[in-house]
């Protein structure tokens, strides 16, 4: 995917002139073998400046990583640290940063090998504060050259967030549905996380479509989709051609008005006007600009492809965005999960699109109509969605929003796609998430957020809260599933946990 930062972390190690440099040095030059042992080289660069108590070898510090291609910093204290060039350091670097520190070797070594670091990283914290600069520091951030390995590497996700929420244009086209203020999207908190934002309308999409009824690259475009839906040669039916013309008018659009942004995600108003005007739905043609790091969201809902961008980051793999739709029946219930998984009925929901999840994420994927949309418009020109069950394995459930009092919000569980047959239409599954009942009413209910939500697949919680927290997002307004016994701050104190 080209369409998500590749970060390479510059590793300087600090060191205060009353400690031995080479400490600081040497720990480093181990901190660089651990991770070259245990991660990709590529990932990472070493400074080979050690730096003291000088502003100048803090300015040439910086040159050196800037100069070397790297886009995210590790301020590594191999010692006590020198607190003022350190944090300076950290100030004028235009980037993520971290900061993480040595342990101490061994008790035999405690004389001119000891470092104090563990002390260093307290006025190292003061002195950011003081500087108003932001760094990520890990959940005990002084460990030995593989643990901060670890921490680096930890790192990287974070990161891709912060370095590409910076160069992210999000692209809208057309207002909301009417009805539909669910996706509501306060743009000032877009700016406030360094986004940019360029709505455009519906017009404008269906003029640049037109445009490309001739595109020579149509009938390319329309062979992959048949092979990815494993169309026999000469059987792919002449929608297809439709889907690719639109799928280039996408892609040609994100290159001709990225402007200075190396990131794009895409956002459309996807009913009721577009069947009358395109004669087809566009859910297939948004998993296909999924599987190219490019997310499209559905039904305008801006804050839900800034998620799934985020996500991209975090896991580096395909994401989705799905209703939280609708409750599983009883009987589906005791017939396929009571007994056989260890969740409680509550625990469980259906989460649904109308067709966008990308075809490897599905259960025998197939393209199909639109079945709500086929309620009001003629059934053949609300072809276009992908379906099948949502592939079982895990998942973290999670949306960052700009609620109703402008406030940013977030949520993250994590859980599992049951391998329970949904007997539904789309792109749906059975998902289940420890309490998500009480989760659903006293964070999403409570905290007004929409009913779409964005998945990753697999468990990333940990990563994504980093990530959240370092964005901006306030650590007492991200949710997440309480477990049993711990109540939420509006939860009934008679009610059951």
Same mark, same amino acid.
């Given at each position: ?43 990472? &660069? ?96 002084? =460990? ?15 990161? /891709? $967030? ?46 640049? &479509? ?10 390319? $475009? ?68 999924? /599987? ?45 999960? %009571? ?15 109308? =067709? ?59 859980? %599992? $796609? ?21 989760? &659903? /009413?006293?964070?999403?209910? %409570? ?5 779409? =939500? ?5 468990? &990333? ?33 008679? =009610?059951?946990?």
């Amino acid at each position: 995917m080209n369409n998500i930062p590749e970060m390479k972390v510059g590793i300087v190690a600090v060191s205060r002139d009353c400690f031995p440099a080479s400490l600081a040095q040497n720990r480093r030059e181990a901190l660089v073998k651990a991770y070259t042992q245990k991660y990709d080289a590529k990932d990472i &660069y070493e400074c080979p400046i050690t730096i003291i108590e000088s502003e100048i070898d803090m300015v040439n510090a910086l040159e050196d990583v800037k100069k070397n291609g790297c886009n995210a910093l590790c301020v590594y204290l191999g010692n006590f640290g020198p607190e003022i060039s350190e944090t300076l350091l950290a100030k004028h670097f235009d980037g993520p940063k971290m900061f993480c520190a040595a342990a101490e070797e061994s008790q035999k070594d405690l004389m001119d090998g000891r470092g104090d670091a563990y002390c260093g990283m307290l006025n190292a914290s003061y002195n950011l504060a003081l500087r108003n600069t932001k760094a990520y520091i890990p959940e005990y951030p002084v =460990g030995t050259a593989d643990e901060c390995a670890d921490m680096i590497h930890d790192f990287l996700p974070i990161a /891709r $967030v912060a370095y590409g929420l910076d160069n992210l244009k999000i692209i809208s086209f057309g207002p909301r549905p009417a009805n539909f203020l669910a996706c509501n999207a306060p743009i000032k908190q877009l700016y406030n996380l360094g986004i940019e934002i360029e709505e455009e309308s519906e017009l404008d999409l269906f003029e640049a &479509y037109q445009k490309h009824e001739n595109d020579e690259r149509i009938a390319e $475009v329309a062979a992959d989709m048949a092979k990815e839906m494993n169309y026999a040669d000469g059987k792919q039916p002449e929608m297809l051609k439709k889907l690719a013309q639109y799928e280039l008018t996408l892609l040609d659009w994100v290159e001709e008005h990225r402007g200075y942004r190396k990131y794009v995600a895409l956002t459309t108003k996807c009913w009721p006007a577009f069947q009358d005007m395109f004669k087809f739905v566009p859910c297939y043609v948004n998993s296909r600009l999924m /599987r190219r790091g490019i997310p499209v969201s559905c039904e305008v809902d801006i804050y839900g492809t800034l998620s799934e961008y985020i996500g991209l980051c975090i896991s580096g793999s395909e994401t989705t965005l799905l209703d939280i739709n609708n409750s599983v029946p009883a009987d589906m219930y005791k017939a396929s999960i %009571e007994g056989k998984f260890d969740y409680k009925h509550t625990d469980t929901f259906m989460a649904f699109h109308c =067709g966008n999840t990308c075809s490897n994420l599905l259960c025998s994927p197939h393209l199909s109509f639109q079945r709500i949309m086929a309620r009001t418009h003629p059934q053949d020109w609300c072809e276009g969605t992908i379906e099948g069950d949502i592939k079982p394995g895990e998942i973290t459930f999670y949306r960052l929003q700009s609620t109703a009092d402008n406030k940013l919000r977030a949520y993250a569980a994590e859980g %599992e $796609v049951l391998p329970v047959a949904t007997q539904s239409f789309g792109s749906i599954g059975v998902f289940a998430i420890k309490e998500m009942g009480r989760f &659903y /009413r006293y964070w999403l209910i %409570e905290k007004n957020f929409p009913h779409h =939500g964005a998945v990753m697949f697999g468990h &990333y919680g940990k990563a994504l809260y980093e990530a959240l927290k370092y964005i901006g997002v306030d650590a007492s307004e991200i949710g997440y599933n309480q477990p049993a016994g711990v109540r939420y701050a509006n939860e009934n104190p008679w =009610g059951e946990i």
